[in-house]
């Protein structure tokens, strides 16, 4: 099979499990050079992982040899490299969120159709074997119509372990668009599109102190807000009420849980590609555990790329594609603007629901 060039912009906290599975995972993908304004980082994952290619960013967006730019750096420099990664006509592949704005996230997409390129983004933990076998069991009719779902996301933030978590306190950052793309990807996923949002928003500190090395003790200005309440109503009919927080020392709240017209589906942490996976339907005294029906249930970040290199190979559109993440992107945009105008907001985006993946797939394999 011919592998698919791949250049990663951004060697940080998070490349390394994408290099691990394009490198050693994946049959289709190989990745031919990486860049980091910083040297030192850069050098470490070409060494690690045998990346032949340490180039800037624009060279690898320039060069003829690549075909798939997969953006790494955090939320601020995602729209603008993507943005010139699409007009040097590239295939394109960022990490989450897709941008700042969804008016930026709808113009990532407009310009990925007029240059006829594919555009796609993560999360793609909604192809791990936990939320396909869900998706499947919603399907398959398991809990019948879905009504309903509840999806948290509570904790107190990541400055207790990220070595440079600032970010997560500027505009971009927030639980919400930190943590909001794999609840949201995830009940798009198992739902189909939504239609409406409403929300509620609130910021419980002003500043944060960093206990992580090597800037512990430094203190944070929070910028965005922190903790996010709303409901979404899904085109399907199903409402949803979820809650992101940095706020919250602990709790006992699930991940996600899907209600149907005939039964109860608790779903995994929609930031892991495994289970647990429980059921209970109408007439069942207990919950019981579903065994896992896909390929993926370890840490398979970059499936998204590998199906996005299948289309590139086979033809058709990929599953983690622009037009979901450029949806999911206005959904929470759309928590934060019924905030802060008191009102229901109705989106102007939509997607397809994404394909579901087949069971009986071989690792390293997306088809
Ligand atoms: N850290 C995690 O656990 C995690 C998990 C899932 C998703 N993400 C997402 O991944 C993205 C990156 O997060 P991270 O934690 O790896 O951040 P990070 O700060 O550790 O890494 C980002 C890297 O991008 C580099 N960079 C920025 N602009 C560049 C440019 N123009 N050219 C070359 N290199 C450039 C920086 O030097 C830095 O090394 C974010 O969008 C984040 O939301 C992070």
Redesign the pocket.
Known sequence: MRKVKIGI???????SIYMQNLTRTFANTEVYAC????PE?MEAAASEYGIPNQW??EQIITSDEIEIVVN????K??FE?CRQALEAGKHVYV???LSLSSEQGRELVRLAKEKGVLLGG??DTFLGAGLQTCRKLIDDGFIGEPVAATAFMVNHGHESW???PS?YYKKGGGPMY?MGPYYLTALVSLLGPAQTVAGMTKKSFEQRTITSEPRFGEVIDVEVPTHIAGTVRFHGGAVATLITSFDVWSSTLPCIEIYGTQGTLIVPDP?TFGGPIRLRTAHGDTFSEIPLLHQYEENS?GIGIADMADCILHGGTPRAGGELTSHVLEIMDAFHSSADSGQYVTLQTSCEQPRSLPTGLVKGQVR
């Open positions: 912009i951004g060697c940080g906290n998070i490349s860049a980091d304004l910083n980082k800037t960013a790494l750096t955090t939320p420099d995602h490299l990490e989450k969120p993560a999360p990220h070595p440079n970010f930190d930031n970040r």
